[in-house]
T-cell receptor, first 115, second 109 residues
Framework: EAGVAQSPRYKIIEKRQSVAFWCNPI?????LYWYQQILGQGPKLLIQ????????DSQLPKDRFSAERLKGVDSTLKIQPAKLEDSAVYLCASRNPGISGNTIYFGEGSWLTVV | QKEVEQDPGPLSVPEGAIVSLNCTYSNSAFQYFMWYRQYSRKGPELLMYTYSSGNKEDGRFTAQVDKSSKYISLFIRDSQPSDSATYLC?????????FGTGTSLTVIP
C-alpha cells in the first residue's frame, strides 16, 4: 500500500514570495491533515479535512496560509507571502478510522526555508 | 498547562542499553496512544499504537500506558545505532491528535 505522498521535498524561497505544497493521502483515507513542525517541536495542526470539507482550521494563519482539497483526495497548502518564521517542515497526514483505527500516517514532509 | 509533556532530551546511550522514553498528559479523555519515530529530514513513522491502559510489545519495543497516572512510556531493549532518532508521543480521544515535543535519542556504537 502506497503511503502519503508529498512534494516538493525541499524548497528555499525569499521572504514575501509564495510557495505551494501538494499531498496525496493513502488511498481510501477520508481525513487529511496538514501540520507545521518547527525544529525541536512537535507537529502543530494547521488544518484538517474530512473528504473535501474543512473540519478544523482554527490554527491556520488565514492572512497568509490557504489550503484546499477540492475533490476529496489530494490537497494543496499555499503560503503567500512567506515570512522568515514560516521556515519549518510541512507534514501531511491521513487517517481512516475504519481502516487505520485512531492513528494517523505521515508523509515525508516538505521542508521549507525562507531567507 | 500543555496537553502533552515530553522530556526533549537529548538522550545518549551505549549500544545494547535499555532506553526509557516517557510522556505525561492532562486530558483524561485520551484513549489512544501512539509513538512515532522520526529520523533526520524524514516524516514521523508510526512505531507503536495502543488503546487504553496496559502494555504492548513488538520486537524490541514495548509501549506502556498508565491512565491512572496519565503517563505513557516506550521501552527499547538492546538499543541499536539505527534507533538513533527523535521519538514523538501522540494521543487522541478520537478526533484531535496531540503531540509531545519529541525526545532526541542517540545510540553510540
Amino acid at each position: 500500500e502506497a503511503g502519503v505522498a508529498q512534494s516538493p521535498r525541499y524548497k528555499i524561497i525569499e521572504k514575501r514570495q509564495s510557495v505551494a505544497f501538494w499531498c496525496n493521502p493513502i488511498s481510501g483515507h477520508a481525513t487529511l491533515y496538514w501540520y507545521q513542525q518547527i525544529l525541536g517541536q512537535g507537529p502543530k495542526l494547521l488544518i484538517q479535512f474530512q473528504n473535501n470539507g474543512v473540519v478544523d482550521d482554527s490554527q491556520l494563519p488565514k492572512d497568509r496560509f490557504s489550503a484546499e482539497r477540492l475533490k476529496g483526495v489530494d490537497s494543496t497548502l499555499k503560503i503567500q507571502p512567506a515570512k522568515l518564521e514560516d521556515s519549518a517542515v510541512y507534514l501531511c497526514a491521513s487517517r481512516n478510522p475504519g481502516i487505520s483505527g485512531n492513528t494517523i500516517y505521515f508523509g515525508e514532509g516538505s521542508w521549507l526555508t525562507v531567507v | 498547562q500543555k496537553e502533552v509533556e515530553q522530556d526533549p532530551g537529548p538522550l545518549s546511550v551505549p549500544e545494547g542499553a535499555i532506553v526509557s522514553l516517557n510522556c505525561t498528559y492532562s486530558n483524561s479523555a485520551f484513549q489512544y496512544f501512539m509513538w512515532y519515530r522520526q529520523y533526520s529530514r524524514k516524516g514521523p513513522e508510526l512505531l507503536m499504537y495502543t488503546y487504553s491502559s496496559g502494555n504492548k510489545e513488538d520486537g524490541r519495543f514495548t509501549a506502556q500506558v498508565d491512565k491512572s497516572s496519565k503517563y505513557i512510556s516506550l521501552f527499547i531493549r538492546d538499543s541499536q545505532p539505527s534507533d538513533s532518532a527523535t521519538y514523538l508521543c501522540a494521543m487522541t480521544g478520537g478526533n484531535q491528535f496531540y503531540f509531545g515535543t519529541g525526545t532526541s535519542l542517540t545510540v553510540i556504537p
